[in-house]
Every structure is written in C-alpha cells, then in structure tokens.
C-alpha cells in the first residue's frame, strides 16, 4: 500500500470528525471544530493574502534532535496529501515550540496536587506530575532511544513506514518507557498538532489557514453564525484575528 493511501483515509478522518465537536471557536489555540462541511468555493474578490516570510523558524524550547523530531512525527501525525498541506506545511511545530513558553506547558493553570490517576476520565483533570514540557523533553528522549535501539537511527531517520508503526506503537502503549508513560506523550503530541493544524495563525500554526479552508470553517469573521443551519456552503473565505484572508 502506497504512502497516499495510508493518509487519505486518516485525513478524511480528521475532516469528518471534527464535525462531532461543539464548537465556540476555533480563533484561539484550542482545537475547535467546525459545523461546516463544505470545502468553500474561492471569494469572488481576490484581496491580497498577507506575505509570508521566508525566514525557518528557530525554536526557542526544543534543541536541534527534539525540533527534527517534533517536525518528523506531525508530517506524520496529519500528513500532506490531495487534499490539502499537512501539519508540518500548516506551522504545528512552531505553534508547538511556542506552547512551551506558555503557563500551559508548565501546568501552571491546573491542580498539580497527587494522587494522580492515568485512568480517571478527561473531566478529572490533568493526570500526571509531568507538565507538558517535560513530557516533550522525556517522550522524545525515549523514543528515539527507543527507534536507535532497532536499528541505529533516532525517529526523525527513519522511513515514513518506520515512523508510522512507531507512532502506532506509542498510542497503543506498547512501548516500555521509564521515563514518561508512552500513551501520555502519544496523547499530547496529537492534541498540539491538532491544535497547530487548526488554530488562529496569529499562535504560529494554520499558516495561510489552510486547516480552516480544508474544513470551510470561516474564521474570526463576526457574521458567519446566520449561515450555520443554512446547509448551504459559506461563500467567503476565512479571516485571522490580525485580518489576514486564506
């Protein structure tokens, strides 16, 4: 089976589960999800898209292996296809790196008190002493110990069939770490490319907003909502919170 039909059926599932999501907003970096199927037809008018700079982006948290490996495994995560770009082409590493400077990344908004339980459900809260920068710093440590010990080559080497059965593994909890429970990372590394995949640019992912065009979400634009039970496709193109237009 080719590369393009393993991502297909995944980045068709993402498209249609997002319609299962009540959504406030997606403008934010939370991820949302839209009431609007439809893939939106081009704006009659063509006004001009903001440039987008050339310069890579450096991060600030991960160091050099961590950073190829945050890009390796979200090209993976939501790969690009037909359909559209994908989570490395859309910014969710730079929207990721930029997380980790944030009171979320230190579990500053949340009870950090014990017991923790991995297996209470999602309205009990965070269940790990690990804040997300350190689940980062030890999940990508312990893969790429991990994918070395198969084979000499840390994940971000290793062939996009390699990278998947890995990925697959880590969700499923097979592999043995010490350091960090594997489906905790798994868990999170899908969360944040979800959210860098559909957020407002303005939080460094969704560049060109192309996770909102692929699911005909409009934007921060104020008045979309008497187009929700329309069942017609919203003929506009989405808008930033800065004003930028995909």
Known sequence: MSDQDRDNPRREFLRKSLTLIPVVTVASTGLGGSMLMAVP?????SPEKTPV?????????????EWAF??????????ADAQGPGALEAGAPEYIDRQMNT?????????????????APPEMGWQSKL??????????????????AMNGKLFSEQDSATQEKLLQRLEAGDAQFDSVPPKIFFNLLLQNTKEGFFCDPIHGGNKGM?????????????????????NEQYPFPAVSIRGERA
């Not at 700079?53 to 292996?65: I, L, M």
């Not at 945050?70 to 995560?77: D, E, F, G, H, P």
């Open 70 to 79: 945050i890009n390796a495994a979200v090209a993976r995560l939501i790969p």
């Open 210 to 230: 192309v996770g909102w065009t692929m699911i005909g979400f409009p934007g921060a634009r104020a008045d979309f909502m008497d187009w929700v039970e329309r």
């Open 53 to 65: 700079s050339s310069k890579a982006y450096e991060p600030s948290y991960f160091t050099a292996e």
């Open 103 to 119: 009171p979320y990344a230190a579990g500053a908004l949340w009870f950090m008190q014990g017991p923790f339980n991995a297996d």
């Open 41 to 45: 037809e081009p704006a009659q008018a």
């Open 131 to 148: 804040v997300p920068k350190e689940i980062y710093r030890l999940g990508i440590a312990a893969t790429d110990a991990w994918s070395k």
